[in-house]
């Protein structure tokens, strides 16, 4: 009898979390585990911001996978995933074919611009190192540029970010430490570079109490930092944003789209039934009509049953679901019923820069401040001991002081 193959796609939070328990929960004679990703390596997508920012270099928020999974038990496979045929059980890749007993879908995230004129063509995006790596190199040639003459536009200096959601406003958290080294090391006055961050919505980080978002605000604004809520980005162009009822032109050298994010194109394309670019997955986060294929991350919305609502899509959410779906798949080989998935959520944490931060843990202790950043120093580790082993910890945890 041929052993069950399972086979898992991406290596983010939740692909690489169910790989790595899967080889723990299975033997090698239970069942062949193969994991596909594109690149040979993991990246902490949480840390991106940063990388885009210049703050901390790319290397650090990425490692190998062969260094956290061993390719002697699980088979890595490095190529892109064009499409899923659920109906004969293969996945199609760019340069060959994989069948599948069991199917775990965890391709990530790509960026939605909602539509918004122009954003596809001229702003940059946060969705992946290379692209995260590519902004910073922006922002420093604009600084370069500026100092040596070649520009004379003030608005070259300006960084524009649209979205005030997490990972809009830990950029510009991020921005705030990194812009003044770069004035300094470019010789550029202070007050001639800006952060402006543009939101829709009439406040910013939705997920948090009306006294941390003020704090975060004043915070922010008292580093630099320009905010422009309830101005709706109408359309972006090679200068910047035009938002508002009144069409302003907001200049910039660097423009960023962080507002929004959804699954995975490879969803579509395989024909599965997509709400707001994700799956709407059952309880137990199977792809709904099908006993063998699991979508997780940022790829499914997961429900909250006390809510109706889906779960928030957090790196904790992928790697809980990660280990679920490994339990769940360990039970379907033997025959006994799969659980439902039960977010236990540990808070939110969002950084303002390197020393400073807000969050809320435990079920209502809130932080902010240095006691904040310090605790999202503490989340991000865990999460590198959680997805990639102690290892991983060692190598890439942020040990660094205030």
Not at 44 to 66: F, P
Not at 237 to 248: C, L, P, S
């Amino acid at each position: 009898m041929n052993k069950p193959k399972i086979v898992v796609l991406g290596a983010g939070y939740a692909g690489l979390t169910a790989t790595r328990k899967l080889a723990q929960k299975l033997s090698p004679e239970e069942a062949e585990i193969v994991l596909i990703n594109r690149h040979n390596y993991h990246y902490e997508a949480t840390w991106l911001h940063e990388v885009a920012a210049g703050t901390i270099n790319h290397n650090q928020a990425r490692y190998m996978i062969s260094d956290v999974v061993n390719p002697k038990r699980v088979r890595l496979i490095y190529d892109t995933v064009v499409e899923v045929k659920t109906e004969d059980q293969r996945v199609v890749l760019e340069n060959s074919e994989v069948e599948y007993d069991y199917l775990v879908f965890a391709l990530g995230f790509v960026t939605n611009t909602f539509g918004i004129k122009g954003m596809e063509d001229n702003a940059f995006f946060i969705q992946d190192i290379d692209s995260a790596r590519v902004i910073r190199e922006h922002i420093e040639y604009k600084f370069a540029q500026y100092s040596s003459g070649e520009s004379t536009d003030d608005s070259d200096l300006t960084v524009l970010v649209g979205g005030g959601g997490f990972t809009g406003i830990e950029f510009v958290g991020e921005l705030a430490e990194k812009i003044p080294e770069l004035c300094k090391k470019y010789d550029i006055p202070r007050n001639k570079a800006r952060i402006i961050n543009v939101e829709a919505a009439p406040s910013i980080l939705p997920v948090f109490e009306e006294d941390l978002v003020a704090y975060a605000k004043k915070s922010l604004e008292d580093r630099g930092v320009e905010f422009r809520i309830g101005a709706a980005i109408s359309e972006c162009t090679e200068e910047g944003f035009i938002v508002g009822e009144d069409n302003e032109l907001i200049k910039a050298g660097t423009s960023v789209w962080t507002g929004g994010v959804m699954g995975s194109p490879v969803l579509e394309k395989s024909g599965f039934e997509v709400f707001r670019g994700k799956v709407n997955v059952d309880a137990d986060l199977r792809l709904p009509g099908s006993e063998n294929v699991f979508i997780i991350g940022d790829c499914s919305w997961t429900m909250d049953k006390e809510t109706g609502k889906p779960y928030p899509p957090t790196g904790q959410l992928a790697t809980q679901e990660g280990a679920h779906v490994a339990e769940n798949i360990k039970n379907a080989l033997y025959g006994l019923p799969l659980t439902d998935f039960v977010f236990d959520d540990k808070g939110t944490v969002a950084s303002l820069g390197i020393s400073d931060g807000i969050g809320n843990i435990f079920n209502g202790v809130k932080l902010q401040g240095k006691p904040a950043a310090a605790m999202k120093k503490v989340v991000d580790d865990r999460t590198l001991l959680v997805v990639g082993g102690p290892k991983a910890l060692l190598k890439k945890g942020k040990y660094r002081p205030f």
